[in-house]
C-alpha cells in the first residue's frame, strides 16, 4: 500500500485542522493505519492508530480527547482531525501502513509503507 498524507497548514491555537492519509492500491482494507509526529532532534511519536475495519482506536494521552481517527476504505482514506490544537502540536505528522494490527508500528518493520508527511504549525 501507497500512502500520502495531506491536509497541513498553520492554524491558531485552540483552532482546527483535519490531516488526510489517501492510499493507492488495494488492500487498504487489510491494514490498520497510524499517524506519528516527528519535531526535530526528537523521536517519532505514534500519536494515533485505526484497526482495518475501523472498530478500534488509539490515542497517546497527548492527544486523547482532542483527535479523532476515522477510516473510509471505501474511499481508501483516514481522517485525522485534530481539534483544540496546541503549539506543542507542532510537527511533521506521517502516516503509515501495511501493518495488521496498531500494535505492529510500536516495533516497525521494513514492510510498513510511511506518507511522506504533512507539516502542522500551530501559532501561539
Known amino acids: 500500500v501507497q500512502l500520502q498524507a495531506s491536509g497541513g497548514g498553520l492554524v491558531q491555537a485552540g483552532g482546527s485542522l483535519t490531516l488526510s492519509c489517501v492510499a493507492s492500491g488495494s488492500t487498504f482494507d487489510f491494514y490498520a493505519i497510524g499517524w506519528f509526529r516527528q519535531t526535530p532532534g526528537k523521536e517519532r511519536e505514534k500519536i494515533s492508530c485505526?484497526?482495518?475495519?475501523?472498530?478500534?482506536?488509539y490515542y497517546a494521552d497527548s492527544v486523547k480527547g482532542r483527535f479523532t481517527l476515522s477510516r473510509d476504505n471505501a474511499k481508501k482514506v483516514v481522517y485525522l482531525r485534530m481539534n483544540s490544537v496546541k503549539p506543542e502540536d507542532t510537527a511533521t505528522y506521517y502516516c503509515?501502513?501495511?501493518?495488521?494490527?496498531?500494535?505492529?508500528?510500536?516495533?516497525?518493520?521494513?514492510?510498513?509503507?510511511w506518507g511522506q508527511g504533512t507539516q502542522v504549525t500551530v501559532s501561539s
Open positions: 485505526i484497526s482495518s475495519s475501523g472498530a478500534l482506536t
Open positions: 503509515v501502513g501495511g501493518g495488521f494490527s496498531c500494535a505492529e508500528y510500536d516495533r516497525g518493520s521494513a514492510s510498513h509503507s
